[in-house]
């Protein structure tokens, strides 16, 4: 099991940067990735981005050249930078972590942290 703990929303003008946080309650490179989710209201929950425990990182392509994923193994933290931001990347952004059970996988997640950009 992994407890995640995010932090870092807020509200901010487009154009705006906000750097969201993502504890875990044990080493990351134990798991088998970490992503950033986001959920509009009506919409359904996508992902953002992700980083596999081996570094390799994959992003939407909404966010691509605005987000960063980076992941800090010494605090067990992953983080997402978020710069260039639109009012459309207002959502609650969920982390979430994966670990490799048998023949599938186990998804844990934060309680989500709201992220609001004005125009």
């Known amino acids: 099991q992994v407890q995640l703990v995010e932090s870092g929303g807020g509200l901010v003008q487009a154009g705006g940067s906000l750097r969201l946080s993502c504890a875990a309650s044990r080493s990351i490179g134990s798991l088998n990735s970490m992503g950033w989710y986001r959920q509009a209201p009506g919409k359904q929950r996508e992902l953002v981005a992700g980083i596999t425990s081996g570094g390799t990182t994959n992003y939407a392509d909404s966010v691509k050249g605005r987000f960063t994923i980076s992941s800090d193994n010494a605090k067990n933290t992953v983080y997402l930078q978020m710069n260039s931001l639109k009012p459309e990347d207002t959502a609650v952004y969920y982390c979430?972590?994966?670990?490799?059970?048998?023949?599938?996988?186990?998804?844990?997640w934060g309680q989500g942290t709201q992220v609001t950009v004005s125009s």
């Open positions: 979430n972590a994966r670990i490799s059970y048998f023949s599938t996988y186990l998804n844990y």
